[in-house]
């Protein structure tokens, strides 16, 4: 499933929108990344993680 797939499910459902880094971090919790992005300038910690226990759910949820 793709990030923007995701991103239309969840406008289509609450009518709101996230960010693919909030997805990104919540498959990074899931193990379902396999490599750390070229771009990122720290790489230990995450700039913008995932903010909602509610949208890490439903994240969870779409990704399993």
Known sequence: ????T???LY????NKTIKTCWI???KRELGLT???SKNRINKD???YPCPNEE???WLR???N
Do not use: H
């Open 55 to 57: 949208i890490k759910i």
């Open 24 to 26: 990104a971090d919540v």
């Open 45 to 47: 910690s995450v700039k």
């Open 11 to 14: 406008k289509k459902q609450f």
């Open 34 to 36: 396999t490599r750390i």
């Open 61 to 63: 949820e779409i990704l």
């Open 1 to 4: 499933m793709t990030y923007k």
């Open 6 to 8: 995701i991103q239309e």
